[in-house]
């Protein structure tokens, strides 16, 4: 076995002297003067516990335990070893918490015949070796877990340590570990009955052991080597070795050595028992100081008792009084619990309030949004009357409204999250200008959009919220500028991987925004400097922006000065994915309108609605037909082939997700949209399930609807709700 006594450099001169006394000791072990070894150690000791130097210590005690190992003096050696361990912990020093646990190893696996824990403090020697990235320690400890295992007999265990062992020798290994080496390769080889691979080997490390000073290796060499010779039944040749096993081992263990290094052995004995001595007398010293001041223990033994005591009484009667006003919180509790169950089905019943309220406002703004436009398509003289333009733009501000109020709900509600589409920034945000070219048009003003042609072309994230937030503030800006302008402006300020930061600026020439009044903005229905003649809506506006915005980690800043108009600046990241933007171009789809006529089956029971949508389709060259029930539609589809349905939801009887549903059942594949007053995350899951193909909100732009229509019918695998 291979003890680990390594040698460390010190800070001071006295110390040093102490760590040269060690070195002699471990050269006089080396040569097997145990005598002289443990004279040397037994000195190094005491100098060590004077200076209270526990790394001292435990080297001194890792020595004392060598020299007893050696002389297989096997229980002396694992108490001197484990007191040096119990003095190393007390260190920062790693490497002879190390040394330790590979040397008590050593005595567990080969002397005590326990493997298990023998190998436990190997692997714990093993953690600090590599800890201090110590490679000649971690290669000891290792051949001596390949031997410990060879040893019981378990070569599967301890293949890959001999494995390490030979891989690293060159490295790692030297002329005090070679021999062992050639040994542990030979008593595999003979594991695996290739016994003319192990006799080379173990000829090879007992020529090697010849060579050398220290004859402990090589007595085992003999000794594994005999073994061999006794399964090949060369028995001569194996008497021979253990001849030459007993005569090595015979004149390493000298008695007259070892009677002598016991003598030195008993002194260390002796020592050991005179410190436990004067530790006792120490305290038996502390327990007269002690005593002389029990009288005064007592007396604040006694204050102290009654002042715990006064403490108890007042726990006891805090503990009443925690009762009593624990019963109270849980009265108070439960009304809480009703309190909440009641503000939840507050809250519930506002939200269906507010889905129903839309629902029955979307409806008729359908229709007058649907007639308005009827009458300037049917009448071109009317197209330049007042009346008009301004039922056309009541209805657009009711529907925004409407909107504003739902959307709303929805952040409050958590029911948004960002979806990750690609999208053209750039015709988004044009799309943007073209549809509040009304309100532009009111306050004559212009809107200017500046894109920084750095920004890519398609990018990725949620394009409906990103479109809401632009309506939002150019909306907000045109509604407080007169015979202005509106910027909208768009610059990369970073790129981190794949995220694009952009920086939007919204800046207008308006009325601007008093200091004091620049923090409430962003509240819900607060609305400042409200004029009669100003366009103001219901003040939800900005406080919408502002909850978007935190939806993509984002905030909202201003300046602004009265008279002078105000600027907003906020920040999002959106990615670029060019893989995907390649494909997109490589894909760009050709206009789907098409000259083809389809024909089109129209399900609602609203006769205004029928109306209009009928006149919506005929307009485009389609061909419609109007149903008024979803069991009218069930019978037509029997008799007529359509290329689309567009189907209300909000039918009596049966309503769309029902007729929807039997259509499948029948058969019928003609793709369905629902056309429906009600918000579409309201309904989109019971639309898939039911069949729809897609959904569309009244009202609606005919555009919109002429494109989802080809989309539908020109794209045979789109299945999803877009």
Known sequence: MFSNVPIAKTDTLSRKAILKLTSKATNSLSEFKFEESLTIARLVLRYAIDRKDDYLVAKSYNMIAANFEAMSEVDKAAFYYKKGLAYADRTTNDSIKSSLNNNIGNIYCFELNNL???????????????????????????????????????????????????????????????????????????????????????????????????????????????????????????????????????????????????????????????????????????????????????????????????????????????????????????????????????????????????????????????ITNMLLDEHKELADSPYLSSLKFSARYLLSLVNDVLQINKIEENRIVLESLTFNMV??????????????????????????????????????????????????????????????????????????????????????????????????FVQIGRKEIDYQGTGLGLSIVKRLLELFDSTISLKSKIGHGTTFTFTIAFDYDPIKTTELINKIQVDLTSNEIFNVLVVDDNKINQLITRKIIEKNNYKCSVVDSGMAALEIVDTAKFDVILMDINMPLMNGFETTKRLRQKGVMTPVIALTAFDKDEIVEEALSAGINDIIIKPFEPALLFKMINQLLYKENQTELV
């Open 116 to 370: 298990d824990e023998g190998v436990d403090y190997y692997k714990k020697a093993l953690e600090y070796s590599t800890k201090i990235n110590d490679s000649s320690s971690i290669y000891i400890t290792k051949m001596n877990i390949a031997w410990a295992y060879f040893y019981k007999g378990n070569f599967e265990k301890g293949k890959p340590y001999l494995d390490f062992i030979n891989k690293h020798h060159s490295n790692f290994g030297g002329k005090s570990t070679v021999v062992t080496l050639k040994m542990l390769n030979g008593m595999f080889f003979t594991n695996q009955l290739e016994f003319d691979k192990a006799e080379l080997f173990f000829k090879n490390a007992i020529k090697l052991g010849q060579g050398v000073s220290e004859k402990s290796d090589l007595s085992y060499a003999h000794q594994e080597y005999a073994k061999l010779l006794m399964k090949k039944g060369d028995y001569k040749n194996a008497y021979e070795n253990l001849l030459l096993y007993n005569s090595i081992r015979k004149s390493i263990e000298d008695s007259n050595k070892v009677k002598r290094a016991n003598i030195v052995g008993v002194n260390l004995e002796l020592d050991e028992y005179k410190r436990k001595v004067d530790t006792i007398e120490n305290e038996i010293s502390l327990q007269d100081i002690s005593l002389q001041k029990s009288r005064i223990i007592v007396v604040l033994f006694i204050i102290a008792l009654t002042v715990v005591l006064l403490l108890l009484y007042n726990v006891y009667k805090n503990n009443n009084f925690k009762k009593k006003k624990n019963a109270e919180l849980i009265i108070a509790n439960e009304k809480l619990v009703i309190a909440k169950e009641k503000a939840e089905e507050a809250s519930y019943l506002k939200s269906q309030f507010v889905s129903t309220i839309s629902h029955e406002l979307r409806t008729p703004l359908y229709g007058v949004v649907g």
């Open 427 to 524: 015709d988004e945000i044009n799309m943007i200008k073209n549809s509040l070219s009304f309100i532009a048009k009111s306050h004559e003003n212009h809107i200017n959009i500046s894109i920084d042609p750095s920004i890519p072309e398609y990018l990725i994230g949620d394009k409906l919220r990103f479109s809401q937030i632009i309506i939002n503030m150019v909306s907000n800006a045109l509604k407080f500028t007169n015979n202005g302008e509106v910027n909208i402006k768009a610059d990369l300020v970073k790129i981190e991987n794949k995220a694009h930061f952009i920086e939007f600026n919204i800046q207008d020439n308006g009325v601007g925004i008093a200091e004091e009044d620049q923090e409430k903005i962003f509240e819900k």
